[in-house]
């Protein structure tokens, strides 16, 4: 997961001039991530993970902060077990 969040935040150093936030850090209540950011972080996820996100993950909380943008591509990425 490591490797996904540094990817996540070198995407987010590309749009996001103040990198003194933590993994945990809401970033709409830190005024880093509008509307139309989120959109972008959107297709950044889908792009740069292969997966696709459906209208039940855009969820703000999917994409509050870099851990859970991580956890989502974690959702997304990890096969589901059949019990």
């Known amino acids: 997961m ?34 139309l950011f989120a959109m972008e972080l959107v297709l950044f996820v ?5 997966l696709t996100v459906e209208n039940a993950d855009l969820d703000p909380d999917n994409f509050r902060s870099v851990d859970a943008i991580a956890g989502l591509i974690g959702r997304k990425t990890t096969p589901e077990t059949v019990e």
């Open 46 to 50: 889908e792009k740069e993970f292969a």
């Open 2 to 35: 490591s490797d996904t969040k540094e990817r996540i935040r070198e995407f987010l150093s590309q749009h996001i001039r103040d990198n003194g936030y933590r993994d945990d850090d809401d970033l709409f209540a830190k005024g880093y991530v509008n509307s």
